[in-house]
């Protein structure tokens, strides 16, 4: 295949989640797609994607091939009208039969089977030892840290999972721990911390195009997010400078958060501009003074590397791996309101070079970065 290079290792990967534009998703655990596309210089690479949707028919499964972004993806959908019981096993026949074309037929026999979110490995695990593949598990979930809450079955089968697994991945340090404390999984001497990757083609500082007076915060729109805290602490800052705005981007209902802001009369000054692509978003933090995020629970969000690649610093609650992201900027306690505007206040009177602040998240975060430390982990796996 023209996407094959000899002497290359082949990866075949297997998220749990995956960006599903055929299905109005194309943002969907993106984080995971930029993961993969930072290995293209290293490794070959392959998607098996077994979607949580439905078949669009009354077949009992459909099956999409595209190529994207130079990689091949297989997307399944099951019927979920199916009897569970037998359902399950005909994913499994079905799974079996992919291997089996992509083994003989494709020619790619992988070196590792990399899954991304440990969730996925109950599947895995019984490909992994039917066709002697090593294991490696890149996790972002945040219930490992605490939200959502998951039962105590979930931890146990991840302990399966990370114990069995060659290497582990965390994409932050609070996440390593938060696995070894919560699951009891033994994975001191076969586990490292990489984080999510960015785009550095889009998100690259652009001078002479920043406006001090603009804030920007990329995020969904719910519960976990803490809008309210944003908004409150923003309209605490607007009292001494009516310059002021801020561009709240991400898919979700506004209409709660637009009431808020109409109540602390600072809704002409806000403006949610929905979920963007990325080509957009990046265009709109040049365009700003400050990124804002006022979470109550997140694990290593991509949007921090993405503002700082974008000259950006960055003001935010210390929940999950956040302090372990910032290189200019600052941190508060989540839910801490004042604390949150005087900091913002802060950083918004600070003179910082944006473009050393650009040069440098971008060593750190690029694709080649990224990809790099993911194939030394594939090299040490495959060595062992």
């Known amino acids: 295949m023209w996407w094959l290079q000899k002497n290359k290792m082949n990866i075949l990967h297997w998220p749990t989640s995956y960006p599903d534009p055929s299905r109005n998703q194309p943002f969907n655990c993106i984080f995971i797609e930029e993961h993969i596309r930072s290995l293209l210089p290293y490794t070959n690479n392959r998607v098996l994607f077994v979607s949580p949707e439905t078949t669009l028919s009354n077949k009992w499964h459909e099956r999409n091939d595209t190529v994207e972004h130079d990689i091949p993806v297989t997307r399944f959908y099951f019927n979920k009208k199916l ?10 026949v079905i799974l079996l039969f992919y291997f089996l074309e992509i ?3 494709k020619k790619f026999r992988p070196n590792i089977l990399h899954l991304h979110f440990f969730t996925v490995g109950t599947w895995a695990l019984l490909f ?33 999972i990370y114990n069995y697994a060659s290497w582990i991945l965390p994409v932050s340090s609070h996440l390593q721990r938060g696995i070894i404390e919560r699951t009891g999984a033994l994975i001191d001497n076969k586990s490292s911390v990489v984080n999510n990757s960015v785009d550095t083609s889009l998100f690259t500082y652009k001078p002479n195009n920043s406006n001090p007076n603009q804030l920007i915060s990329v995020i969904r729109l719910d519960e976990q997010k803490d809008i309210p805290n944003m908004l409150n602490a923003f309209s605490i800052v607007y009292q001494n400078n009516k310059e002021l705005r801020l561009i709240i981007i991400g898919g979700g209902d506004a209409t709660p958060f637009i009431e808020i802001a109409k109540e602390l009369k600072i809704s002409q000054r806000i403006n949610f501009a929905g979920a ?8 709109l933090m040049n365009q700003s003074g400050l990124f804002i995020l006022s979470s109550i629970s997140e694990n290593s969000p991509c949007v921090i590397g993405e503002a700082h690649c974008c000259g950006l610093p960055v003001v935010a609650t210390d929940v999950g791996g956040v302090k372990e992201l910032i290189m200019e900027g600052d941190i508060v306690p989540s839910k801490s309101t004042e604390l949150l505007a005087k900091k913002i206040e802060e950083q918004l009177g600070k003179n910082i070079n944006n473009e050393a602040l650009a040069k440098k998240a971008q060593a750190r975060f690029r694709y080649n970065a990224i990809g790099e430390q993911i194939f030394n982990v594939y090299k040490k796996v495959c060595a062992a």
């Open 276 to 283: 963007q692509p990325k080509q957009k978003i990046a265009e």
């Open 128 to 160: 992994s030892k039917l066709f002697k593949i090593k294991v490696v598990v890149t996790e972002h979930w945040t219930a490992l840290i605490g939200y959502p809450v998951i039962s105590k079955k979930r931890f146990n089968d991840a302990q399966k």
């Open 103 to 105: 083994f003989f037929i």
């Open 83 to 92: 009897n569970l019981q037998f359902l399950n096993i005909y994913i499994r």
